[in-house]
């Protein structure tokens, strides 16, 4: 088993698969098919890797480019590891989704696809900057020509935005990374890309100002992945123009991209910057929350409103990183995880529907419960988690985020420009971002009172139930929210040494550490503490 | 001099112009065959093709056989002092050698749809290729010019190869001007530093001109503004590159490829070894090419932006290529030095197969223009898939070389001292607005439904083999160069590390970042 590389296989497998599509016949069931089969063994393979690997962080390393101190180096902590499970998930899911909103180009299509795994997956498991830089622009091209070509009317505009949004942010990515490497040289004696050696960069000496710019340089680019306010603007487009698996891709694993680096680097590797930076981190997720939220709730156009809700959910990532303690960092990961199932699923239900009314307006649907009763049921149960009802993945995410952030001991005041201060708490933020929630129940509900509930339209008299493909992937992503909403410890549990790790250096460990993992893991007394606080 | 014996002459390391050697008596021989052949049936113009193709191979094999056996531990002096070899040489003439045969390849069929005279152009590339060689070894100032004018020359004929052509005369009758113009400014400032210094050997000058370092004398600002302005045409820097849209839209296809890459590359190998030689003492050498390069790369890419004819776009993206491929020489130390010896590399081969996808659309659909593309994946998806990863690695997107060129370049100039940030951050800004020009072409050959002159394109065999096979290789090579450039650019630094030990002075080059 140590001497396999799993992980190189993992990576790999997905272009070899882009490379045997060209070859086979034009014909969309067997490209289906073989999609299908070698996304669910690359799903298989990689949860199967991940439970033969337990105990030990499997790593790869070999020698590249010496000359310039790169090497091949790819590695897996629970945190990769539940991405990769979630990637290979969500690829599985979404090319099922594909059978029935994908109907031209398909050869093109799947290969694109699974060049896009390939990228999402080594962002996930490269061990090396150069590495990750790599894998991370990799991912633009087949990105911008599945929105290009499969998209709606304004494909070519959004997927031109997304690509030039992302490169972008890499300009400030790809500076932060030489000053990095750089200033390993400087303070550490050894110019280095790798991971575990610049993980020590904070204590070497490296002065804080320089921390803050490496910081900002890694979280500006992973900020319009996420995205944030007010960098956010790609998202909505690129999502209503895509096509329904890639809208559920975009969602489900690359937006945790963003997340994944901010947690990785800015968080991971300059603990004295984001100690500095965490007033204005929460400041701004409670932002990302309140505003998009708002957003959503005046949209017409059923996917602009996921898209905003996703912006929005997205937020609770940066208030949970902010609390800067075990409990916050570890919402936030499950929030990344959550929101990749929940999103997905929304988006599947757009697609759905869509599929059917060729319309995204809301106003022109209603009533759709009465003859779509199986697609109202996953879009009820979804919304639901996705608004944070207990026993569903959405609330423990989200708790514990609450939870995190309202015990942290962060800030006290924001510090502003020329000396003066901003009196928030970040308690005060996180009770308005709670605020948050309650608007996402507001729009969510609204959402499916509107669509699913009243007088059916006569149009829309003779439209058919789910199929059974439908059927597979709205079960196949209810399920594990449903599951993870039971049994939250199964993705909490992982990550406790993760979060306590990366919380390690902060000197505001909340007082109360949740006890590790239970059934009933988020206890009432939490959630007492949390009610306590906001009606102050 | 007059009386050298032969035992002097064989101290000349004559054998390390083997290549140059096997090219000229190929050359030749092209000549004779081409006089006795009075018929110039198909049969035997693919015959002179190929002859030329196997000389410039055999050339190259040459390269590689006395680099194997007469390896260079330390540059040697040729040809009493007038030429050097050294591994910037062997690099250098490699890709020269390498960029005359993939020329030579893809011109055939381009050549024999468009004109009767075929033979005379290999001879004409074959002329200009050697020129490019002893131009890469000069360490004479006479030899520079010699070598420099051989390569002009042939050049100005070349653009006007298509005679019955008004576009191709007028490219090669522009081009002619410029270069005269170039040419007499070059020959002012080197005219200079003979005045200056009283030897016109490089090391001798090198020697010479150390004394005035720090001097700023305007002798010295002219020679160097001189010497600069002169290169920067021949590199196709702006504000000198007016002249390169203009010929590279008009002269044939494949010489436009010639240009932007064999041209360049040997132009670029005088320019590296005058700056280290020479002029590596002048603080206002690197400011000069510091705000050229920030001009070229800018006008380049924002030029490029609004092009609606592929020549006329690869045109203005040299030009901005040429700018980024500068920032080494700004910064100028052996690193980043070595980073534009493998950027030029990889350039031979992504932008070569950019040219090399365009010959093969024009000799299918007779147009060059860039909405004539539209849904070319459709017809060919070959020559789309090849085009598309040459236009990614010209932006720079992984997993193609140009990602790896960039990267090492950038990274290589950031490291030289923060004064240089700034232009690499200019250099990133462009870099992404780049993309929008080079994507463009790909969302119209493979997003868009195909335009008429792609539907006319027939569905049987193009009978151009030999021009897939190289654009091919060509693709292939930018596939894979950046996953196993180790090699590369170990050599690159090699060379540039024994370039800086030829310099005379006892400084050397500045200091390596570590």
New interface residues.
């Given amino acids: 088993m140590e001497n396999i590389p799993i992980l190189s296989i993992l990576i790999f497998l997905p272009i070899v698969y882009a490379l045997i599509i060209p070859f086979l016949p034009d014909d969309n069931k067997v490209l289906n098919t073989f999609s299908t089969v070698g996304s669910g063994l690359l799903f298989v393979l990689s949860a199967l890797f991940w439970w033969l690997s337990a105990g030990h962080a499997p790593m790869e390393t070999r020698a590249w480019l010496p000359q310039l101190h790169i090497n091949y180096s790819v590695g897996a902590d629970s945190l990769s590891w539940l991405l990769v499970v979630l990637t290979t998930f969500l690829l599985f899911m979404a090319v099922i989704a594909s059978y029935t909103s994908i109907h031209k180009r398909l050869k093109l299509y799947y290969s694109m696809i699974f060049v896009l795994t390939t990228s999402i997956l080594g962002v996930f498991l490269a061990r090396d900057l150069f590495l990750f830089f790599l894998f991370w622009e990799l991912e633009l091209i087949p990105m911008y020509l599945l929105i290009a070509i499969w998209g709606g009317p304004r494909r070519e505009f959004a997927a031109i935005k997304f690509v030039l949004y992302t490169l972008f942010g890499s300009i400030f990515m790809f500076a932060a990374i030489l000053g990095a490497f750089f200033l390993a040289g400087t303070f550490m004696g050894q110019n280095t890309f790798a991971f575990d050696q610049l993980a020590n960069l904070s204590g070497s000496g490296v002065a804080v100002t320089a921390q803050i710019l490496l910081f900002l340089g890694f979280f500006l680019a992973f900020a319009i992945k996420l995205p944030m306010v007010p960098f956010h603007t790609w998202l909505p487009d690129a999502h209503v123009e895509a096509p329904t698996p890639i809208s559920m891709l975009l969602a489900g694993i690359l937006l945790k991209m963003g997340a994944y680096g901010m947690v990785r680097f800015c968080f991971g590797w300059f603990p004295q910057a984001a100690e500095i930076l965490a007033p204005y981190l929460v400041l701004l997720g409670m932002i990302n929350i309140i505003y998009t939220a708002g957003v959503a709730m005046v949209q017409a156009d059923l996917k602009k409103l996921i898209a905003y809700s996703s912006v929005s959910h997205m937020g609770f990532v940066l208030l949970g990183l902010g609390a800067l303690n075990a409990v916050g960092i570890k919402g936030a990961i499950f929030q990344m995880i959550s929101h990749g199932l929940i999103s997905a699923g929304l988006f599947m239900i757009v697609g759905t529907l869509y599929n059917r009314t060729h319309t995204r307006m809301i106003a022109e649907m209603g009533g759709f419960g009465k003859n779509l009763p199986t697609i109202y049921f996953f879009a009820l149960l979804i919304a639901l988690a996705s608004l944070g009802l207990p026993l569903l993945a959405g609330f423990p995410a989200e708790t514990l985020v609450f939870y995190g952030a309202f015990l942290s001991k962060a800030f006290d005041v924001i510090p502003w420009f020329g000396g003066a201060q901003l009196n928030l708490s970040i308690q005060t933020l996180t009770v308005i971002s709670a605020v948050g929630v309650v608007l996402g129940a507001a729009y969510l509900l609204w959402m499916l009172q509107r669509v699913f509930m009243g007088p059916l339209f006569p149009k829309w008299g003779d439209l058919k139930d789910a199929s059974v493909s439908e059927v597979f992937v709205l079960s196949g992503l209810a399920l594990p929210i449903l599951i993870f909403g039971l049994v939250p410890g199964w993705i909490a549990d992982p990550l406790e040494s993760v979060s306590v790790d990366l919380s390690k250096p902060f000197g505001v460990q909340t007082e109360a550490v949740l006890p590790p993992a239970k059934p009933n893991y988020v206890s009432t007394a939490a959630l007492a503490d949390q009610r306590e606080g906001e009606s102050h | 001099m007059f009386d050298m014996s032969l035992s002097q002459l064989g101290q000349q390391n004559l054998i390390y112009l083997l290549p140059e050697g096997i090219l000229t008596l190929g050359l030749m021989l092209v000549i004779v065959l081409t006089v006795v052949s009075h018929q110039k049936t198909v049969q035997e113009n693919d015959a002179l093709m190929q002859t030329s193709l196997v000389t410039v191979l055999l050339s190259l094999g040459a390269l590689v056989w006395t680099h194997v056996n007469a390896p260079l531990t330390t540059a040697q002096s040729v040809a009493f002092g007038s030429l050097t070899a050294d591994l910037l040489g062997v690099l250098v003439r490699a890709v020269l050698l390498a960029g005359a045969g993939i020329t030579i390849a893809i011109s055939h069929r381009f050549l024999q749809q468009n004109t009767r005279i075929i033979s005379d152009f290999y001879v004409l590339i074959m002329g200009a290729t050697l020129g490019g060689m002893v131009l890469t070894m000069a360490s004479d100032l006479i030899a520079v010019f010699v070598a420099l004018e051989t390569m002009s020359i042939t050049s100005f004929i070349l653009a006007g190869y298509l005679r019955k052509n008004n576009r191709s005369a007028e490219a090669s009758f522009k081009y002619l001007i410029y270069g005269g113009v170039g040419t007499a400014v070059f020959l002012f400032g080197l005219s200079l530093i003979y005045g200056l210094t009283g030897s016109t050997n490089f090391s001798e000058i090198g020697m010479a001109m150390a004394q005035y370092q720090g001097v700023a004398h305007p002798t010295l600002v002219v020679i160097m503004l001189m010497v600069a302005a002169a290169l920067a045409y021949k590199l196709s820097i702006a504000p000198f590159h007016m002249w390169a849209p203009d010929v590279y839209e008009g002269a044939p296809t494949p010489v436009s490829a010639f240009l932007s890459v064999v041209s360049k590359t040997a132009a670029f190998a005088v320019t590296i070894r005058l700056l280290v030689i020479i002029f590596s003492g002048f603080a206002a050498w690197p400011l000069l090419w510091g705000i050229l390069a920030v001009l070229s790369m800018t006008i380049g890419n924002f030029v490029a932006l609004k092009q609606t004819n592929i020549k006329r776009l690869l045109a203005y993206s040299t030009v901005a290529h040429a700018g980024y491929m500068l920032l080494g020489l700004v910064s100028g130390t052996t690193v980043s030095v070595g980073s534009i010896l493998f950027y030029l590399v990889t350039y031979l081969f992504m932008n070569l197969g950019a040219f090399a996808s365009a010959i093969a659309f024009s000799n299918m659909t007779h147009t060059d223009e860039i909405n004539a593309y539209q849904g070319l ?1 459709y017809k060919r998806p070959g020559l789309a898939l090849g085009l598309s990863l040459c236009l ?1 690695s010209l932006t720079g ?3 193609t070389a140009g ?1 790896f060129a960039k ?2 370049l ?2 290589a100039v ?2 030289s001292g923060p004064m240089y ?1 700034w232009l ?2 200019i250099a ?2 462009n870099s ?1 607005v780049s ?2 020009y080079y ?1 463009n072409i ?2 119209l050959m ?2 868009k439904e195909p335009s008429d002159a792609v539907k006319a394109i027939p569905d049987a065999a193009d009978n151009q083999a030999l021009l897939e096979t190289t654009l091919a290789v060509c693709v292939v090579m930018t596939l894979v160069l950046g996953i196993f ?2 090699p590369v ?2 050599f690159s ?1 090699n060379s540039i590390e024994q370039l800086a030990q030829e310099r005379p002075t006892v400084v050397g080059l500045a200091p390596v ?2």
Avoid: Y
């Fill in positions: 994946v990614l997107i992984p997993i990602f990267f090492f950038f990274q950031a490291m940030l690499v951050g990133l800004v992404t993309l929008a994507i790909i969302r493979v997003v450039a180790s650019l170990e630094k970042s570590k």
